[in-house]
């Protein structure tokens, strides 16, 4: 089974932005938000992908994610729960792994989290200084709950 081992982030200052290597823009629906599953349907600039996540534990989790037409998922984007995540994510090469920053727009504007995907949950990485405070089991910052509780709401 596929596993998701992601650790995030609030961003401590803009010293990451010199860093960046790529960027691409996202909107984002959840077509199912129970506990024990999240189904997401993601349009990444002209790509599309459906996702079914598991239940988080700690900081892992099962993933399953395919590629589906461009024109399915603006349909599939529709039938979303909640609003919608708008997003730019920035990718960042640090001491031999790559960090994603996501800066959020919409509802969840001023929003800016980093994550980093591990092997393992044992895997050891050097954290940048431009990191600030870990919030990778605090559900607020779980983009699933972002759609039914934007940030700008908090």
């Known amino acids: 089974m596929p596993i998701e081992i992601e650790r995030k982030y609030l961003i401590a200052n803009n010293d990451w932005e010199p860093l960046v ?6 909107k984002q629906g959840y077509l199912n938000l129970a506990p ?5 349907v993601r349009i990444k600039e ?3 992908f459906i996702t079914i996540k598991g239940k988080t534990k700690g900081i892992c989790r099962a993933e ?5 037409p461009l024109q399915e998922a603006v349909q599939l984007i529709l039938l979303s729960e909640g609003s919608l995540i708008e997003k730019v994510r920035y990718e960042i090469s640090y001491e031999g792994n790559i ?6 727009s919409g509802e969840n504007k001023g929003l800016i989290i980093a994550e ?7 895997h050891h990485f050097k ?5 600030g405070k870990e919030v990778s089991e605090d559900a607020r910052y779980y983009n699933a709950n972002l759609v039914t509780t934007p940030y700008l709401n908090w």
């Open 99 to 104: 960090w994603e920053v996501d800066l959020f």
């Open 64 to 68: 399953f994610e395919y590629p589906i």
């Open 46 to 48: 002209n790509s599309a």
């Open 127 to 131: 954290i940048p200084q431009w990191i």
């Open 21 to 26: 290597i790529n960027s691409f823009s996202i």
């Open 36 to 40: 024990e599953r999240t189904v997401r």
């Open 116 to 122: 980093i995907e591990l092997p393992s949950e044992s």
